[in-house]
């Protein structure tokens, strides 16, 4: 039962772990040959960009953690150990951040608010995505300081040199706990702000416009309303992802071979993988684009010429150069 389940498990971790890449490599590679054509790339293209390649780490991250903990334990030893949670912390964090940063963007270029303070913001948004960037590394450095004493000591807890340290070594690794935990708290909390905010906006928006006489289907509130879908999916998700790694690193010395582990692991992958579809949906270029490739796909399937001369003769770059 254990095998079968182990089985099942495996499978939805390769299925994410495949899906997850190809959705961020495609993200990555049409910003990129954008950029190479000599187009300029907006901010939020290029966070996407980032997104995308922080993305594709942690799921490679992921797929080595759970193959170590699943099928070759011995392959985990204190050095491999360390070097994988240092990974995960760094990748981890750049995923996170770069997340958040994008929903504070749609925020700043979206909300509208009355507010002279905001309004600086607005003006000066790409500076403050960028401060936010910067602040966030205050985080890593200071994570990952704890992080490789806590690891330093394990190892040689291990090896039996810490035998008058162990209150200390509790200390640490408490702390090294707590600071994971706080890592992925504070972005999961700016972007929920960001998410509320968002909603404050979209109402007073369509408040206004039931006072003026007008419908709900103009084109800013359409616009509110993808910047919402894309900011929730990712809350959401983020909030799943956000309840397994607090389960994950609090549990992984009792229950790393547990089923409940295990699930736990799976869950964890949807937010680096399933979130980066909802991206494409929600991005118009990177939509276009997607369905380009798709019908490409499916003409090349079926042996004939997909049916718009523009894709069939010059392909996806220039459907690049169309939808710009």
């Known amino acids: ?87 995960w912390i760094v990748s981890d964090h750049f995923c996170l951040w770069f997340a958040v940063s994008l929903s504070i963007l749609y925020l700043l270029k979206i909300a509208n608010f009355s507010s002279l303070f905001f309004l600086h913001l607005k003006w000066k948004a790409r500076r403050v995505v960028l401060m936010v960037l910067l602040g966030s590394l205050v985080f890593l450095v200071f994570h990952l300081a704890v992080a490789s004493l806590d690891e330093k000591m394990q190892m040689d807890a291990s090896e039996g040199n810490l035998t008058w340290k162990t209150k200390l070594k509790d200390i640490v690794h408490l702390s090294d706990m707590t600071a994971f935990t706080l890592a992925n708290f504070i972005p999961f909390t700016m972007s929920l702000m960001a998410l509320l905010l968002l909603l404050f906006s979209l109402w007073k928006h369509l408040r206004k416009m039931q006072l003026r006489g007008k419908g709900s289907q103009d084109v800013s509130t359409k616009v509110h309303v993808r910047a919402m879908h894309t900011v929730i999916s990712f809350v959401f998700l983020f909030l799943i992802y956000f309840l397994t790694l607090v389960f994950l690193v609090w549990s992984f010395n009792s229950l790393h071979n547990e089923p409940a582990f295990q699930c736990a692991q799976v869950l964890a992958i949807l937010y680096p993988s399933n979130h980066s579809f909802i991206l494409i949906w929600g991005n118009k270029k990177l939509n276009q684009n997607c369905l380009s490739v798709l019908c490409q796909v499916r003409c090349w399937l079926k042996e004939r010429k997909p049916p718009t001369p523009q894709i069939s003769n010059r392909g996806i770059i220039c459907v690049l150069a169309e939808t710009k």
């Open 1 to 87: 039962m254990i095998d079968l389940l182990q089985s099942i498990l495996s499978t939805l971790v390769m299925a994410e772990f495949v899906l997850g890449n190809f959705a961020n490599v495609f993200i990555a590679l049409v910003n990129v040959i954008e950029w190479v054509k000599g187009q300029k790339v907006s901010c939020a293209d290029g966070i996407l960009t980032a997104l995308a390649v922080s993305r594709i780490a942690l799921l490679w991250v992921m797929l080595l953690n759970w193959y170590a903990t699943v099928f070759n334990p011995a392959f985990y030893s204190s050095g491999v150990r360390a070097i994988v949670y240092i990974a």
